[in-house]
Structures are given as structure tokens and as C-alpha cells.
């Protein structure tokens, strides 16, 4: 069911938190750097963050999309180093471009609170399945309809794939060129498209009509199929991380 | 079918079957553009029908969870964006409703608006999370030549994203208004707003 998920099945404590603890942990990840927005701060928030990935045996999952992050952000301290508005410290020159102490910090500054974020989605992302995810939100007070429309994602995009690739098919037998010059090309995305979005449109109603037959807008207390997985500490941690939070502002209105 | 209008959180079986399906080809497009190599993203198709089909509300909530499912799935940082597809969806949705998708002009309008609606919308997230870039290359080319000559991060972050994002917009919405102008009666009629046959029963 999730072969499109980028969920890695692994033995660790990591595996074993609270999904709704990892999403706080988002939330403090973007929260505290915009309140303390010291290097120590963010340079020890993302090095949390990659000590969190590495204990939950995800790391080198995690690596290719936080080397495609970097990469990005490679170009951020370049174009910052050259061009920030308040340059005036020259540090270093390469040809005719001069690079400047604030731009270069200012880039860093950025780096370092994108790979704070991108580290905890990360550590969401790689290590809570996302129906398990969705099933903590809706014992939550997600409405389950809602929930239901976040998992059946999970099912249709599989099942669009394949029809994807039996259009595509399809339309090339009958001779529509998919290569060669960019008209070409953009004129063969109607016709691809086109088919794909009528089947899956076809198939909404019918899906509909299966829901509507199992009772989906029944009133009264759903109950679950599976019982909620055992996290470990889901009490603690949740109060850790709001405690920094708190940590965060009071350090905020003190400085 | 339950009546839906703005402020219902009722929404009928139909249109909630609706948005992951709107999902799906938000992604179907993205990988089309992807297979025939197409300089732009195409990415909001299913996001723009579903609006074109079953209103504001719930085109916007498509473009929402189509960004958390991407998020979940193929790159975390398109949960930030969320907001700009919320909009997409609302923008479209409105339009829509108030009779813009009758034409190839008026089209266009709303193409130009939804894509208008998405920089500025972006605009302050990309200042915020990436200084103003948007890590598209012409964009962020251009970035730093308006950043070197004017020295507005506003300005440039603007411009960097304004090139990327209005023609992939505009070429969205007319996409999509192609599909829709194609689609059969026995489907747009699924989620219109004006079908009182639940009345008969």
C-alpha cells in the first residue's frame, strides 16, 4: 500500500514515538531558531536532527534529500555572499566576484534553519508510516471522513500509475510521438492526460457509491479495526518539547 | 447528496471521493511533465479540476492535502507550500463559480490570476524559508541579477518567482480547462452545484 511513501521500515526507538510527537517536533523546529536565531541554537537544533535520523536507522535514507536541499542552499550562500544588501565586509574574492562577510553569514543562517526543518519532516517522514499517522490524527479528533480522504490517497496513486502507463502505451501504438521537440512534446500531454483524469473521474463515482453503500455518512461513534500501536513515552516527550518551546519564548523575552 | 456551500463542512460522498483523486492527478501531471521532459512542473491540475468541478472548499482542500501527501512522499518542503495551493484551489474555485470557465479568453484570465494569487502567495515563504530563492535555475538566474542591480530581496525574490510560476499557471488552468470542456455530462454533473436531484427522494 505505501510503495510511494518514503516510510522506511526499521527497528528503533525513533520508529516507536508518538506520530503527533514528531509533528510538535516539527512545529518547535520552525518555532525556536525564529525565536533565539543564534548559531548555537540552530547549528545544535540541526545537529539534534541528524543525530535523531541516525538513531532511527534512517540517515542514509535521509542523505540524497538533504544533499538535494543542500545543493539549493549552496546557491543560496553564494547569491547572499555576493548580493545581500548590507555587504560590506569583503572576505574573500574568486575572479571578479567579491564575496562579504554578512551575506555569507546571512546564507548560513538560512542553511542552518532549512536543514533544522527539513531534518524534522525527515524524521516524520522516514519513520511513521503514514496511515499510522492518520490514525493517530483521527483518535485525535481528525474527523474520520477526512481521514479516510488522506488514506484512500495512498490507494488511487498506485492504481493511477498503472493506468498511466497503459495510456501511455496505448497512445503511442496509435502513433503519438512523445519524443522529439518541445512542441511535440507539450502537444502530446492532452492526450495523455486527458484519459487518465476521465478514467479516474469514471471511477469516483462508483467509489462513491461503495462508500455511500458502507454506511460512510452513518452518524454515531466510529470505532477502530486495529488497536493504536504502543508508543513509548508519548506523555514526557510531548511535554519536553513544549517545555523548549516555552524555554524558547522566555529566552526570548528575557534577551 | 448533502447540500455544500461555503461555510458547510458537510460535503457530500462525491466530493470528498473527489480529492484524492485530485491528488492523483495533481501527481499524473507532475510525472507526465516529468516523462516528456517539459521545462515546467504542471503540478496543480487536480487541484484546478477539482475546484472547476465541485467548488472553492474543496478544491482548496485538495490543493492542501495534495501538498501533506507530497510532503509525506516525495519532498518534504512542499508542506510549506500547502498555503500556496490552498489558494490555487480557492482562486479557481470562486472563479469558477462565478461563471469565468465559459471561454478560452476568460480562461486565460483566470490563469493569470490563479497564477498571480500563487506569487504572491509564495512569494513571502520563499523570503522566509530560502531567502528568496525558489531553486528553479532561470528564476534564481535572475534573482541574483535583480539582486546585484537593485539590491530589494522583495524585488527579486518577486520577479525570480513570477517567471517560474505564471506561465506554469497559466498553462495549468488552460490544461485543465481543456479537460474539463472535454469531460462528458455524465461526470461534471457528479459534483455540479446546481443538482437539486436530491430532492427527489
Known amino acids: ?255 | 447528496m448533502v447540500k455544500k456551500g461555503l461555510g458547510s463542512v458537510h460535503f457530500s460522498t462525491v466530493a470528498l471521493a473527489l480529492i484524492p483523486v485530485a491528488v492523483g492527478i495533481n501527481y499524473i501531471g507532475k510525472l507526465f511533465a516529468g516523462v516528456l521532459k517539459l521545462p515546467l512542473w504542471l503540478d496543480a491540475i487536480g487541484t484546478v479540476l477539482a475546484s472547476m468541478l465541485a467548488g472553492p472548499v474543496i478544491g482548496a482542500i485538495s490543493g492542501v492535502v495534495n501538498n501533506i501527501i507530497y510532503g509525506l512522499t516525495v519532498d518534504p518542503i512542499s508542506f510549506v507550500y500547502g498555503i500556496t495551493s490552498l489558494f490555487i484551489g480557492l482562486v479557481t474555485g470562486v472563479m469558477a463559480n462565478r461563471g469565468w470557465i465559459q471561454s478560452w479568453g476568460k480562461a486565460i484570465v483566470v490563469g493569470l490570476v490563479v497564477g498571480l494569487t500563487a506569487v504572491l502567495v509564495s512569494t513571502p515563504l520563499n523570503i522566509v524559508f530560502w531567502g528568496g530563492q525558489t531553486g528553479n535555475l532561470w528564476g534564481d538566474a535572475l534573482f541574483a541579477v535583480v539582486m546585484s542591480q537593485t539590491s530589494s530581496v522583495w524585488l527579486a525574490s518577486f520577479l525570480d518567482e513570477l517567471v517560474v510560476d505564471l506561465p506554469d499557471k497559466v498553462l495549468v488552468v488552460l490544461c485543465s480547462y481543456a479537460i474539463y470542456r472535454g469531460l462528458p455530462q455524465r461526470v461534471t454533473q457528479l459534483f455540479s452545484r446546481s443538482n437539486q436531484m436530491e430532492e427527489l427522494d
Do not use: C
Open chain 1, 1 to 255: 500500500m505505501n510503495s510511494i511513501s518514503l516510510y522506511t521500515e526499521r527497528d528503533s526507538i525513533i520508529h516507536h514515538i508518538h506520530p503527533t510527537n514528531k509533528v510538535i517536533y516539527i512545529f518547535a523546529s520552525i518555532l525556536v531558531p525564529i525565536l533565539l536565531p543564534s548559531f548555537a541554537v540552530l547549528l545544535g537544533g540541526a545537529l539534534f536532527g541528524l543525530i535523531l535520523l541516525l538513531i532511527g536507522k534512517v540517515f542514509k535514507r535521509a542523505l540524497p534529500m538533504i544533499g538535494f536541499v543542500f545543493l539549493i542552499l549552496l546557491t543560496v550562500i553564494i547569491i547572499q555572499g555576493l548580493f545581500h544588501p548590507t555587504n560590506s565586509v569583503l572576505v574573500f574574492t574568486i575572479g571578479p566576484a567579491a564575496f562579504y562577510q554578512e551575506g555569507l553569514l546571512y546564507g548560513l543562517t538560512i542553511t542552518l534553519r532549512v536543514m533544522n526543518i527539513v531534518g524534522a519532516f525527515l524524521i516524520l517522514v522516514l519513520t511513521t508510516k503514514p496511515s499510522d499517522l492518520v490514525d493517530s490524527l483521527v483518535r485525535r479528533g481528525l474527523s474520520p471522513r477526512f481521514g479516510y480522504v488522506l488514506n484512500s490517497v495512498f490507494q488511487i496513486l498506485p492504481q493511477m500509475m498503472v493506468s498511466m502507463k497503459t495510456i501511455m502505451d496505448a497512445q503511442r501504438s496509435r502513433g503519438l510521438e512523445t519524443e522529439g521537440g518541445l512542441r511535440v512534446r507539450i502537444k502530446a500531454f492532452l492526450p495523455l492526460i486527458g484519459p487518465v483524469v476521465l478514467n479516474a473521474l469514471t471511477h469516483v463515482k462508483e467509489r462513491a457509491m461503495a462508500l455511500e453503500v458502507r454506511g460512510f455518512h452513518a452518524e454515531g461513534k466510529k470505532t477502530f479495526l486495529y488497536e493504536e500501536k504502543s508508543y513509548i513515552a508519548t506523555k514526557p516527550i510531548q511535554w519536553g518539547i513544549w517545555a523548549v518551546i516555552g524555554l524558547a519564548v522566555i529566552g526570548r523575552l528575557m534577551g
